[in-house]
Antibody, heavy 119, light 107 residues
Framework: EVQLVESGGALVQPGGSLRLSCAAS????????MSWVRQAPGQGLEWVSV???????YYAESVKGRFTISRDNSKNTLFLQMTNLRADDTAVYFC?????????????WGQGTLVSVSS | DIQMTQSPSSVSASVGDRVTITCRAS??????LAWYQQKPGKAPQLLIY???NLQGGVPSRFSGSGSGTDFTLTISSLQPEDFATYYC?????????FGPGTKVEIK
């Protein structure tokens, strides 16, 4: 069974840093394109970042230069390193797997982890 | 960047109704379009990919159509479990922008 479990969400002050983790089971993270998607309280979905199977990474303009996506193949885990956090980064962060051989069709999602940025 | 819009932003419907949601891309995205359903407090669920392909396990009352810039999600006969928010998403290139969502509410 495919499962994604996020962790690492917390309350952090503006300008602070946080690293989110997404532990995968039932499939190999390095064989799929993996994304992070966030949802601010009461708002819609915002795609944040993707890491390709080959390791290339891309970001939404709103987080470019501040967030870094990566993975640890030995731990079958996806990460999102977030720096210089702002109040508008407050959201539930989901990790998601793309359908095999596709890039953007997200067929499996974690339950989400809450990041709150506030002083 | 390509922008995604949806209409309506909300719709009130009764069980058994046919519901149609429209999604428009600001540029041609061929058929690289997905639809998701999200219920409160839950992660989104993939319904349709490639504009018209039904994801495994999704009921056949859901269907998608369109290509280029205009797309449609249709629920042929609304069921109680279908009251939720629906999002379209462009899936070409690497900026997987979501639409703003359409909330399907009970009439």
């Amino acid at each position: 069974e495919v499962q994604l479990v996020e962790s690492g969400g917390a309350l952090v002050q503006p300008g602070g840093s946080l690293r989110l983790s997404c532990a995968a089971s039932g499939f190999t993270v390095s064989s799929h394109y993996m994304s992070w998607v966030r949802q601010a309280p009461g708002q819609g979905l915002e795609w944040v970042s993707v890491i390709y199977t080959g390791g290339s990474a891309y970001y939404a303009e709103s987080v470019k230069g501040r967030f870094t996506i990566s993975r640890d193949n030995s731990k079958n885990t996806l990460f999102l390193q977030m720096t210089n956090l702002r109040a508008d980064d407050t959201a539930v962060y989901f990790c998601a797997r793309a359908l095999y051989l596709s890039v953007g069709y997200l067929d499996s999602w974690g339950q989400g982890t809450l990041v709150s940025v506030s002083s | 960047d390509i922008q995604m819009t949806q209409s309506p932003s909300s719709v009130s419907a009764s069980v058994g109704d046919r519901v149609t949601i429209t999604c428009r891309a600001s540029q041609d995205i061929n058929k690289y379009l997905a639809w998701y359903q999200q219920k409160p407090g839950k992660a989104p669920q993939l319904l349709i990919y490639g504009a018209s392909n039904l994801q495994g396990g999704v009921p056949s009352r859901f269907s998608g159509s369109g290509s280029g810039t205009d797309f449609t999600l249709t629920i042929s006969s609304l069921q109680p479990e279908d009251f939720a928010t629906y999002y379209c998403q462009k899936a070409n290139s690497f900026l997987f922008t979501f639409g703003p969502g359409t909330k399907v509410e009970i009439k």
